[in-house]
């Protein structure tokens, strides 16, 4: 629950202010994040646990010794004002899609010293890290502990605030992550003063191999998962956050395991939720937990060449279960489809894109299509899909990602 506990250390005061004006803040990350199948063994990435990535890291990096030698590798000050050199490959290099990335050219050491989401912090600190992080935006923050989590989550005001009118962001890590690496997967806590929301990073479960996760379905899960419940968790952490401040509208926002749970929240319902983003992530072939759901407006984000989540899902038979049962995870635009009818739309995706947009620096150009459900849906939802033509599992995010995901959310208060 809430301990009220404000970070030590000067912060801003909290005023008003919508979630609008953008700053201009860089993104550039390159990072990972797979999966967490209900069962290891029925894991459709043929592998995700395997899968690696770069983040940005201190710029001595290249010199600390090796993180499997130290508990708690050496964190820096100023790590967040370290740049990486822009990359502009065609389509997502081998190295990112196997895993290793050691040898990616044009990247230095600093750039591919850490590799997937389980990067800086040991258990034990992957708040205080995250706090560090999100501190530099001058917000203010907060620790929110919860009982069936030995991770706290962490919340950052922005320095206006405006009660029951300033929107909160959930953003929700991948399989193996946790807060503090996806935090500077996806900066977002960089423009809660400029665009006025305040942000929550909760942190998933951990597996019996020490893996990060969220359990997006109702039933339990095995291959050393705790299989908790992750609504029950979602729902408790951000009324949580209500006891420090009344919040406006609430959006989710996950990277491909933390898409499935997004999706799944919807499913389930959550107090003022308005819209979810999901980034190469989408939910499972059997639809009949959603029964009932609640429609809210939908951005799904995924690339075409994406090879841990296909783009068109994959309904092949579960080999192992040798049960014929389909597997579990559907398409892109199978989600944009049954979200715009409980949306109320009444048409299909538009064959031609409404707009194209320059989101991954892997793909030269504005590799992005841009599709939407119109006419407009009933009572001013808005379902959307943005085809990342070539883009893979892992998006080299250009600078103005967070621009155009933050004008999404704009659009549905």
């Given at each position: 629950?809430?301990?009220?506990?404000?970070?030590?250390?000067p912060r801003a005061k909290s005023g008003s202010g919508p979630l609008g004006s953008l700053g201009a803040a860089a993104l550039c990350i390159v990072l990972v994040a797979v999966l967490a199948a209900c069962t290891q063994e029925n894991d459709p990435s043929g592998g995700e646990a395997q899968a690696q990535s770069l983040v940005q890291s201190p710029a001595n990096q290249q010199d600390a010794p090796d993180s499997s030698a130290q508990k708690t590798p050496?964190?820096?000050?100023?790590?967040?004002?370290i740049e990486v050199p822009p990359v502009q490959r065609e389509k997502q290099p081998p190295e990112l899609e196997t895993g290793d990335g050691a040898d990616l050219p044009g990247k230095s050491a600093k750039d591919r010293s850490i590799k997937d989401e389980r990067a800086f912090p040991a258990k034990g600190d992957v708040a205080e890290t995250t706090a560090m992080i999100v501190e530099q935006s001058g917000g203010e923050v907060h620790y929110l502990e919860h009982p069936q989590r030995e991770i706290a989550s962490v919340l950052v005001l922005p320095q206006r605030f405006s009660d029951g009118e300033t929107p909160l962001i959930v953003s929700l890590h991948g399989f193996g992550g946790n807060s503090a690496d996806h935090a500077e997967y996806v900066p977002l806590h960089e423009r809660v003063n400029d665009a006025g929301f305040a942000l929550l990073l909760p942190n998933g479960q951990t597996d019996g191999e020490g893996n990060q996760f969220w359990n997006p379905t109702d039933e339990c899960c095995g291959g050393g998962k705790s299989g908790g419940d992750d609504v029950a968790f979602?729902?408790?952490?951000?009324?949580?956050?209500?006891?420090i401040r009344e919040f406006g509208p609430v959006y989710l926002f996950g990277y491909s395991n933390g898409g499935f749970i997004a999706y799944h929240m919807a499913c389930k319902g959550l107090p003022g939720l308005r819209a979810i983003v999901s980034v190469a992530g989408t939910s499972y072939v059997d639809d009949e937990a959603c029964d009932?759901?609640?429609?809210?407006?939908?951005?799904?984000i995924h690339g075409t060449d994406d090879e841990v989540i296909r783009f068109a899902g994959d309904r092949s038979e579960r080999e192992q279960s040798g049960d014929g049962a389909p597997a579990f995870y559907a398409g892109a635009r199978e989600m944009i489809e049954r979200w715009g009818q409980r949306a109320g739309c009444a048409r299909p995706l538009d064959a031609q894109p409404a707009a194209a947009l320059d989101l991954d620096r892997f793909v030269p150009g504005?590799?992005?299509?841009?599709?939407?459900?119109e006419p407009a849906c009933a009572q001013g939802f808005d379902i959307e899909l943005w085809v990342a033509e070539g883009s893979g599992h892992v998006f080299a995010y250009s600078d103005s990602f967070l621009d155009d995901l933050i004008k999404w959310l704009d659009s549905q208060e």
């Open positions: 629950m809430a301990d009220g506990r404000t970070i030590p250390g050496p964190i820096s000050a100023d790590r967040a004002s979602l729902r408790q952490v951000v009324a949580s956050a209500r006891e009932g759901a609640p429609a809210v407006s939908v951005l799904h504005a590799e992005t299509q841009v599709f939407r459900l």
